[in-house]
């Protein structure tokens, strides 16, 4: 894999999306798609990736991860992976009121499904 191209951030920010794309996309020509591990994010490298001149989804394609409204509600809505919120709601309240009747939960993994919701940016 090529690691110079995983970018971490030291928050989740659009201002700190926008400037670690704005470098990357600077040193990287080659690159056709980026991945966001928050919509917060994607709508960062939007803005940094609009100024750059670069076609979305022409030269490159945008993904985020949450479903929020940020993702759907831009120029170009950001195609993103849905959580189902809810889901992880009722089964946290369900393995706390298990654990507070004394009942020690046997699982320590789960899986919620989420959804690949496709929008304009891919």
Known sequence: MDNDIIIETD???QQEAYSKTKVLLSKRSDIDGIFCSADQLACGALKAIYELGISIPGQIRLTGFDDTLLSSSGIIPITTVHQFVDKFGSLGA???TDMIAGNIPEQKHYTIPVELVK???T
């Open 94 to 96: 369900d393995i706390l």
């Open 119 to 121: 929008r304009a940016s």
């Open 11 to 13: 928050e989740v920010s």
